[in-house]
């Protein structure tokens, strides 16, 4: 999730956790440990950027680094707030709840989380929230910003950030519901429009849990299509997108390309600008949110040689990621706003594209 929700939900976690002891030390510590596992992009001026997209949402993003870490910053807390007289046991309290709430939100999101590092590289992503979602991030804000301003002789602040956080989850509950809702849709869909897939991945469009984005994949394309937990009729307009794969074929054997096989999870395509091979994510849409017959692939990676004789056979290619972009154009956000409504005018009628004449 973005930085400003992160640090919303490690102070109501630390507010939820010690408010009524320490007062507003524990929203202000929870935002701080809410935030630190995001300071692994420190790390990138030490990696190359194969070892950035590897590294970042890994070790820090744990259950096996709060459980190491949270005793020592519990304990060097309660040194340095000893007036206080809350054991290093209920910092650590405090901090292990800050990191593996920024953990399993961020696992609810698309980009993949390494929630079982050092044993496993696995990314976990459950894709039922967008990395935006003010409906999610007002209710912490409404109730850690009440607890904060509030007098701490009654408990009308503490109660305030309860309420903020009971809300922000049960909403996060309902996204997980909008996915099961529109999940078996998109199932029918594919097979009443004769599509056999192999698997499938769905996430929520921007900033909203109501319109839903599948991919599937055939073995050899990807079918990318809309539904609204609010449309009306079965119909989904799916577009195919050949996974163009085979240009990757030469460079299989390359770091590089085996990291983005593993960071896409094999939804992805590949286009070749003349120039070089361009990695397409395709997890993370494009700038029209898949409603206009052409849009710009938000995540993108330019694969270019480096030959050096002191590298690896194996290491002789990186890349570079393209700036992420999003077309915030009213009219692109109009349709969108029409579209989570169940208005499937504002999507245009879908047909195969090339990733080459979507860029």
Partial sequence: MDSLTQAALGAAVGEAVLGRRVGNKAPLWGAAFGTLPDLD??????????????????????????????????????????????????????VFAAFVTHALIDACTTYGTQLFQPFSDYPVSFNTIFIIDP????????????????????????????VGLVLSTAYLLCTVAAKAITWPAFERALAEQGIRVERMMTTPTPLNALLWTAIADDGEALWVGLRSVLDDGPEVRFRRIPRHADRLAPLRDQRAVRVLLWFSRGYFTVSDTGEGLVFHDLRFGRSDAWLTDRGAYIFNFRLRPRPDPTRPPDDQWTFEQAIPSFDARSAVLGRLWRRMWGDRAAEVAAGTSDAAGDR
């Fill in 41 to 94: 992009v420190l790390a990138n001026v030490f990696l190359d950027p194969i070892g950035e997209l590897q590294f970042h949402r890994g070790l820090s993003h744990s259950f096996f680094f709060a459980a190491v870490t949270a005793p020592l910053f519990g304990w060097l807390l309660a040194r340095w707030h000893r007036d206080d007289a809350v054991p290093a046991r209920g910092w650590a309290r405090l």
């Fill in 135 to 162: 409906l999610y991030t007002l209710p912490l804000l409404i109730g850690v910003g009440w607890a904060l301003i509030a007098s701490r002789t009654r408990r009308l602040g503490h109660r305030a950030n309860t």
